[in-house]
C-alpha cells in the first residue's frame, strides 16, 4: 500500500488531515505533526517520510514539502493555498493579526483572522466548525506562528528543484492567499509538471471547508500522476450523484 503523508499548517483544525484522508482509500495516511515556525518544519520532518510517499501539504508547510520532495523521492506532491513569500498584502494581513493577538488576545484574533481564511461554505453555515477551529488555537504560540511568517524570505527558488508532478489547490474564495499565490507556484515548477485547481465555495481552509471535492481531486491526481511524464492531464468531470467528483484523463485532448 502507497504512503501519502499530510504536512499540516499551523493553524490546520484539531481534526487534522482525517477529513481529507478519508476520502483515499487505499493509501496509508501518515501525519507529521505541526510545527510554530516554518523555518523548522523541513528539519523536524525530514525523517519521519518514507522514501516514495506521496506529499500532501498546507499553507506554509507547502515551503518544507518543496524542498522535502526531492529528497526523500516523492511520487507525486499536493500543496493546499501555498505560498513562499510574504509580499506587501500578506503582509499587511498577518500584521493585522498580529495587532489583534497582541491587543485584544485570542477573541480578537479569531475575529480579524476569520473573515480572511474561510469561504462562505462555513461562514454561512459552518459555526459549529468555526468554533472548533477557534477553540483548538487557545493552545497554540500564535505569536510565534505569526512571528516566523513575517521573517520568511522570497523561497520561490526551491519550486525550480522540483521534478515531481504537482497539483496546486486553492480555494475560489480564499482571501488570505488567493489565486495569484498558486499561480506563482505553478509558473515556477518546470517542466509543465505543475497545475491550478479550484474549490468552489472554500477559503484558505478547503480540505476542511470542502473535504468531498478536495478529497477527489486529492485521489485522481496521486491515481493519475505518472501521466504527467506525457504533460499534465486535463480535469474531466465523473458522472457521480457526489458534486465535484473529478479525474484524470490522460487521452483528454491538450
Do not use: C
Request: aromatic share 10%; net charge negative.
Amino acid at each position: 500500500m502507497e504512503t501519502v503523508v499530510f504536512l499540516p499548517g499551523y493553524l490546520s483544525p484539531p481534526s487534522g488531515f482525517s477529513p481529507l484522508a478519508q476520502g483515499l482509500e487505499g493509501l496509508e495516511p501518515l501525519e507529521a505533526p505541526r510545527q510554530a515556525e516554518p523555518g523548522r518544519q523541513f528539519e523536524a520532518w525530514r525523517d519521519q517520510i518514507p522514501s516514495g510517499a506521496h506529499l500532501v501539504a498546507f499553507s506554509e508547510a507547502s515551503l518544507a514539502a518543496v524542498r522535502l520532495a526531492p529528497a526523500v523521492g516523492a511520487k507525486s506532491l499536493v500543496l493546499f493555498s501555498p505560498f513562499f513569500r510574504v509580499d506587501g498584502a500578506l503582509r499587511a494581513r498577518l500584521e493585522a493579526m498580529q495587532a489583534a493577538l497582541r491587543l485584544g488576545g485570542h477573541e480578537a484574533f479569531v475575529a480579524v483572522a476569520k473573515p480572511w481564511l474561510f469561504g462562505s461554505l462555513l461562514l454561512d453555515r459552518g459555526q459549529a466548525q468555526l468554533s472548533i477551529w477557534a477553540d483548538g488555537l487557545r493552545s497554540l504560540a500564535l505569536g510565534d506562528w505569526l512571528g516566523g511568517l513575517l521573517a520568511l524570505r522570497d523561497e520561490r527558488k526551491w519550486i525550480r528543484a522540483l521534478s515531481v508532478p504537482t497539483l496546486v489547490v486553492v480555494g475560489a474564495e480564499d482571501a488570505f492567499t488567493p489565486m495569484r499565490y498558486g499561480h506563482e507556484v505553478t509558473e515556477w515548477v518546470p517542466e509543465q509538471r505543475g497545475m491550478l485547481v479550484t474549490v468552489d465555495g472554500a477559503g484558505h481552509f478547503s480540505p476542511w471547508e470542502n473535504p468531498g471535492e478536495a478529497s477527489a481531486m486529492v485521489r485522481g491526481f496521486i491515481s493519475r500522476a505518472d501521466a504527467f511524464e506525457a504533460g499534465p492531464p486535463e480535469w474531466q468531470e465523473e458522472e457521480s450523484a457526489a458534486k465535484g467528483i473529478l479525474r484524470f484523463d490522460p487521452e483528454a485532448p491538450r
